[in-house]
């Protein structure tokens, strides 16, 4: 029976297109939900959770984190947008912008009756050639030009709902990462070496970068223990100073007051050959690290350090650990018998200050101090405080960026329209349907500039144009100038990011696009 076996094929593949095709919407407005948040003149969104929590931000991973999607392809972009945010740290919205806009030329290329494959290999010449094309207009940058890594910084800042104190945040992101970077290997470079601690109360322009260290939490003193402490020797214990417990649950019932005297006692005992042991070594400052076992501390085992004259912080977390001992350049204590002179680090002065609202602790004049940095982040409300912290956050990514791959292109969407055009040239090098999907490609990274203009309330026809003609007289540095609403050279206006940035936008924009085609059934499992 040829017409049913015909009949089936074709119920079959239609299945398929069907799946690819809401694939590709559902990602489609994930995109477009992003997209008015591009550039400086981008609008920031709210995102409000379902326990009340609000958020206000500009940073398209952020958004796309706290976004409720269900639909596979569309938590695909969150995936993506996720990956800039680790390779570059910046361009979390273009990555997203530049997917959706190569998903739409996708369906119009299947619609053509293009094979999903076809399309995906020619997308990924194209994405390597465009890499290609970038590093040609790339210049090469070095990392004693401080002038040029604040520019990128400043750039990156520019986005952002506290764009205003980019001048403050920039010189603070330069400085934090070459201060971690070790000269020798700068591939190395670790931004979790930078601790950044927030703080509600004062502005923004009251944030600072602290040379030495800064704890969050205040010192312990419901014993009456010292809150400031000159020629520090700071220990870094990761032991409890509380009674031990048993391996296994079990009560131990007490009958009559002379055995719960005895257990008082014991329990005394034991926490003073502690604190005895800690002040032999010459310990006057002590940092506990949080414990789930037990208490890391007890109100007994305070009340003696106070007595002994220890200065103490607790609920330091494990994470913080390695920062810590990098720090100060001491090591951490795992056993008390271990309390040795030469594993305290040691500093001029540890001190409980006021700063806002609330209190934390601050270490300076530390002796031989580690390659790290501690910036102090001030905000008059949470929300602000924390967008700062995002926002620094991609201004220090986009130095990491730098140090990684020392070169930067102009900004304001003039990559992406030399690109274009670039490929548009190659593709009429190319054969068949590879030239239309490479085309098909070239066109839609116009939508950066596109979308730019269109946020900043131009004209994004006549500015897309526009800077198509600059182009291709040859202004390579040509892009949106969105304060004066003109085309100008970015490069005069000291609009610079990474090369990274771009690359990887381009790069991973594609790799999810060829996924995403490939697919062409959702498979539900228990
Ligand atoms: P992302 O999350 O992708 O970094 P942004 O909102 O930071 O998104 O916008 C980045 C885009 O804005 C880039 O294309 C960049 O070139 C452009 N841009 C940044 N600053 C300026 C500026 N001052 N003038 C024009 N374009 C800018
Ligand atoms: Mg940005």
Redesign the pocket.
């Known amino acids: 029976m040829p017409p049913k076996h015909k009949n089936e094929l074709y119920k079959e593949s239609s299945r398929k297109k069907d799946v690819r095709t809401s694939n590709i919407e559902a990602a489609k407005a994930v995109a477009d939900a992003v997209r008015t948040?591009?550039?400086?003149r981008?609008m920031d969104k709210m995102v409000a959770a379902a326990n009340g929590e609000v958020i206000i931000t500009?940073?398209?991973a952020t958004i796309l984190q706290k976004m409720t999607v269900t639909q596979p392809a569309a938590k695909m972009l969150v995936e993506l947008s996720k990956s800039q945010d680790v390779v570059a740290g910046?361009?979390?919205?273009?990555v997203v912008v530049i997917c959706g806009a190569l998903l739409k030329k996708c369906q119009e290329l299947l619609e053509k009756g293009v094979h999903p494959t076809i399309i995906s290999d020619a997308f990924f010449k194209a994405a390597n050639k465009a890499c290609e094309i970038l590093e040609g207009i790339a210049i090469p940058v070095n990392l004693e030009d401080r002038e040029a890594l604040l520019r990128a910084a400043t750039?990156?800042l520019?986005?952002k709902v506290v764009s205003q104190y980019s001048s403050l945040l920039s010189p603070m992101a330069v400085d934090a990462v070459l201060k971690v970077m070790d000269p020798a290997r700068p591939n190395l470079l670790d931004l979790r070496d930078i601790k950044v601690v927030s703080k509600v109360g004062g502005t923004i322009d009251d944030s600072e970068m602290v040379d030495g260290m800064v704890f969050d939490q205040k010192a312990a003193k419901s014993a009456g223990g010292p809150t400031r402490m000159e020629d520090a020797k700071v220990g870094l214990i990761q032991f409890q100073i509380s009674p031990p417990k048993t391996d296994i649950e079990n009560n131990v019932i007490v009958s009559d007051y002379n055995q719960m005297d005895r257990v008082y006692k014991e329990e005394r005992n034991y926490i003073l050959a502690v604190v005895k042991k800690i002040k032999a070594s010459g310990c006057n400052v002590l940092l506990i690290q949080k414990s789930i076992l037990r208490d890391a501390v007890t109100d007994l085992a305070l009340h003696y350090l106070a007595k002994a004259k220890i200065m103490v912080v607790r609920d330091i977390e494990r994470d913080e650990i390695e920062l810590i001992s990098k720090t100060l350049g001491c090591l951490p204590i795992a056993h008390v018998d271990n309390m040795k002179p030469e594993k305290l680090g040691s500093a001029a002065l540890v001190e409980e200050v006021e700063v806002g609202k609330g209190r934390v602790v601050k270490i300076t004049g530390i002796a031989n101090k580690g390659r790290t940095a501690t910036v102090l982040l001030r905000g008059s409300n949470k929300l602000v405080l924390e967008e700062a912290d995002r926002s620094l956050h991609d201004a220090l990514c986009v130095i990491r960026c730098l140090v990684n791959k020392r070169f930067l292109i102009a900004?304001?969407?003039s990559p992406e329209v030399q690109v274009s055009m670039q490929l548009g040239h190659w593709s009429k090098t190319l054969q068949g349907m590879e030239s239309v999907c490479v085309r098909a490609f070239s066109e839609a990274l116009e939508v950066?500039p596109y979308t730019?203009a269109e946020n900043a309330g131009l004209n994004p026809i006549n500015i897309v144009t526009e800077l198509r003609r600059m182009h291709a007289a040859g202004e390579k540095y040509s892009?949106?100038?969105?304060k004066k609403g003109t085309i100008t050279n970015m490069l005069e206006e000291n609009?610079v990011?990474p090369l990274l940035v771009t690359t990887s936008a381009i790069t991973l924009a594609t790799e999810c696009v060829r996924m995403i085609l490939k697919i062409d059934d959702i498979v539900p499992v228990r």
Not at 37 to 40: A, K, M, T
Not at 479 to 482: L, M, W
């Open positions: 948040s591009l550039g400086p981008g500009n940073d398209g910046d361009g979390t919205t273009s750039t990156s520019s986005s900004g304001g969407s950066v730019l892009g949106i100038n969105v609009v990011q």
